[in-house]
């Protein structure tokens, strides 16, 4: 039996930050993102004039998104370590692709005006197996591929069968999350999950919630278009 301890962490580092604003990256996925501000932009900037051209993608808190002067207690700590895969400038801002390649704590930010810098320690990613961890995930996956079976991707393929091909079984649950849309709250908390069994029983709750959301809407459309229909019917015999 595998012990299903809080995430390994390895050597630190430091980079740039860009903070997200209703998002959140995960590893093994990829974000496309619009930046038009002198902060995300700058911290961009610096990323890309670095030999990796990485940096930090962290979520800023819901309730601190308005605010002017953003402070550390505004951000969460845990976030992705991302490659920028693609970058264009249009009109004074930046248009960048996002690869997500691994989670990352932060131990302490560093403003170098007008961009955040994080000292950061790299989070392994979480490999616990039990059969109760296999069991969420695989039910889960069923229950997304019944939601999702007649919706395809842009690759043409299926969205349950993209998932698929996605080797890494947090990975599938990371891709699931961003295709369901948990929002910011849930899908942080899915990324600082710091085991798998954790991180499946979090996605597992709220797909198999919005199946029988579903359910019920399905079953309540299908009453009204009964109750319709004997109307329809009695108005026809009336005439």
């Known amino acids: 039996m595998i012990e299903e301890k809080s995430e390994l962490i390895s050597s630190s ?3 740039p930050v860009l903070i997200l604003t209703d998002a959140v990256l995960f590893p093994g996925t990829t974000l496309p ?6 902060l995300g932009i ?13 940096l930090i993608a962290i979520t800023i ?6 605010k002017l002067e953003i402070q550390e207690a505004d951000l969460y700590q845990i976030g992705t370590k991302a490659v920028i895969s693609r970058m264009n400038r249009i009109d004074g801002s930046m248009n960048i692709l996002l690869n997500g390649i691994s989670r990352v704590k932060v131990d302490r930010y560093s403003k170098h005006k ?5 000292d950061i320690t790299h989070l392994s990613m979480p490999e616990d197996s039990s059969p109760g961890t296999e069991a969420l995930h695989r039910e889960s996956l069923k229950i997304f591929g019944e939601m999702r079976r007649n919706i395809t991707a842009e690759t043409g393929l299926p969205i349950s069968e993209l998932i698929k091909n996605v080797q890494n079984p947090l990975y599938q649950t ?4 961003v ?5 910011v709250e849930k899908e942080q908390t899915l990324l600082e ?7 499946c029983k979090i996605l597992y709750d709220y797909i198999s919630y919005e199946q029988n959301v579903q359910k019920l809407r399905e079953k309540i459309s299908d009453q009204v278009a009964n109750e319709l229909g004997k109307e329809q019917r009695e108005y026809v015999l009336r005439r």
């Open 42 to 54: 700058e911290a961009v900037n610096i990323a890309l004039s670095r030999p990796e051209k990485s």
């Open 174 to 177: 990371y891709l699931i999350a």
């Open 193 to 199: 999950a710091p085991t798998r069994k954790a991180a």
């Open 61 to 66: 808190r819901a309730s601190s998104q308005e």
């Open 114 to 118: 007008p961009y955040f810098e994080a």
């Open 13 to 15: 580092a430091s980079a």
């Open 33 to 38: 993102i619009v930046i038009a501000s002198h």
């Open 179 to 183: 295709i369901l849309g948990l929002g």
